[in-house]
């Protein structure tokens, strides 16, 4: 019996998980994906592979270098007072010492603008 003689379901009502099943992907993924969600598929598995289809086919997502904004970072660093210490926080975070300090100080002279407003 083929897969085609065992598809006895309406495809158009199912899901993008019940495709999956319907088609006898597991087990099977290297030779039913493309290329893209194969790779998608070994890094986070079926279920988180088949929800990024679900949200985002036929979009292109880019993914920052960075993970974390440099605000938060920058809030983060903001809390010690020793530069080796904020320098750990930036590095970790991928940003350089100097690039935080900046937006600590881009932050502070619009603080102090906003005062003398007042």
């Known amino acids: 019996m083929s897969i085609i003689d065992d598809i006895n379901v309406n495809l158009n ?7 999956y099943e319907a088609f006898h992907v597991e087990g099977n993924e290297a030779e039913a994906l493309t290329d893209s969600y194969f790779e998608l598929y070994q890094l ?8 990024l289809y679900k949200h985002y086919h036929g979009d292109k997502i880019d993914c920052p270098m960075k993970l974390y904004r440099a605000e938060y970072v920058a809030d983060l660093a903001k809390q010690t007072n020793e530069r080796r ?18 937006v600590l100080q ?10 003398e407003e007042d």
């Open 13 to 19: 009502m199912l899901d993008e998980k019940g495709v």
């Open 106 to 115: 881009k932050r502070k002279k619009e603080d102090d603008d906003d005062k």
């Open 44 to 51: 986070l598995g079926a279920e988180a592979m088949l929800k």
């Open 85 to 102: 210490q904020r320098a750990n926080i930036a590095r970790a975070a991928g940003y350089s010492l100097k690039f935080i300090e900046s």
